[in-house]
């Protein structure tokens, strides 16, 4: 990628921008399968051509995603790229008005969302899997005991070993799969 390695969300507009299940779903598209036209990524996604370009448009306004005119074979045919690898945002300094409290609110559910989606879909994918990829897959929850600098540091660590390898994966001995990281680490909700 040519530009910055990670968007940084400060604006409530733009966590607007992005908490919309189908622009959650572009987006990672265009990271993960690299630029596509809106025609390509509405097939993917299963609607017209019309709404996956306006909602491109909505994230080319805010940055998370950009044209690639050099991958036209003519003048009519628009090409998208996500500007950026990741999303990232500091949810604490989004906790000041209630206008930001809500627009963390609404993207974090969109993830959630998004997450389960591709869950169940595994689930229900998994019987067509080789016993091997069944056999590596992990579904666990751990309880902890930590004060907010412990659980700053667990994430930390998490983070940093995600991060080495997708930067440097182990060698591969078979093919390979892309596969979908989720951590959600926080304070139990007090009687569940």
């Given amino acids: 990628m040519t530009e910055l390695e990670t968007h ?13 299940p ?15 036209t809106a025609s390509a990524l509405a097939a993917a996604v299963g609607v017209t051509p019309a709404l996956a370009s306006y909602h491109l ?31 990232s945002w500091d949810s604490a300094a989004f906790l000041d008005t209630p206008d930001r409290i809500a627009a963390l609110s609404s993207l974090h559910r969109e993830q959630f969302l998004a997450y389960q989606a591709r869950l169940e879909q595994h689930l229900h994918d998994v019987a067509a899997l080789d016993a091997d990829w ?6 666990s929850d751990y309880i902890l005991e930590l004060d907010a600098d412990g659980l700053r540091a667990l994430n930390a660590e998490l983070d940093a070993l995600v991060e080495r390898y997708r930067t440097d994966p182990p060698r591969a001995a078979a093919p390979t799969k892309t596969i979908t990281v989720i951590v959600h680490s926080f304070p139990r909700p007090e009687g569940l």
């Fill in 8 to 20: 940084q969300i400060t604006d409530a507009r733009e966590m607007r921008a992005l908490a919309h």
């Fill in 22 to 36: 189908l622009r959650l779903r572009l987006i990672g598209l265009l990271r993960i399968d690299g630029p596509a």
């Fill in 57 to 87: 448009r909505q994230l080319g306004r805010y940055g998370f995603v950009v044209e690639d005119p050099e991958l036209a074979r003519d003048g009519r045919e628009r090409w998208w790229r996500a500007a950026q690898a990741r999303t």
């Fill in 134 to 139: 069944v056999a590596a897959t992990n579904h």
